[in-house]
């Protein structure tokens, strides 16, 4: 086997750990993006979820109209306190 010179020694040395710091940063950059791509995945099946238990469980028409009936009474009960107010202003 050929000896190297120290400075070859060394130089080689460099090269090694240099490669090998690549090689780390890569699989980090792998791991990391097989990290997103699950946590998209798993967004993305938690929405397709969500999205057909809506569509299941539709509210009947007499749901909604009390629904609708509870937000009228809300913005009446707004509105009779913003005249209270402007009654208030105005005297």
Known sequence: MKQRSPVQQ????RIQNELDDLIEKAKQAKE??????????????????????????????????????????????IYDIKEEFRDIYES
């Not at 060394?10 to 040395?13: A, N």
């Not at 749901?63 to 609708?68: A, K, Q, S």
């Open 32 to 77: 990391k993006s097989s990290g997103i791509f699950n946590a998209r995945w798993a967004w993305r099946t938690g929405r397709e979820d969500l999205s057909d238990e809506r569509k299941n469980n539709k509210p009947s028409p007499k749901e909604l109209l009390d629904r609708l009936f509870e937000i009228d009474q809300k913005f009446k009960e």
């Open 10 to 13: 060394e130089e080689v040395e």
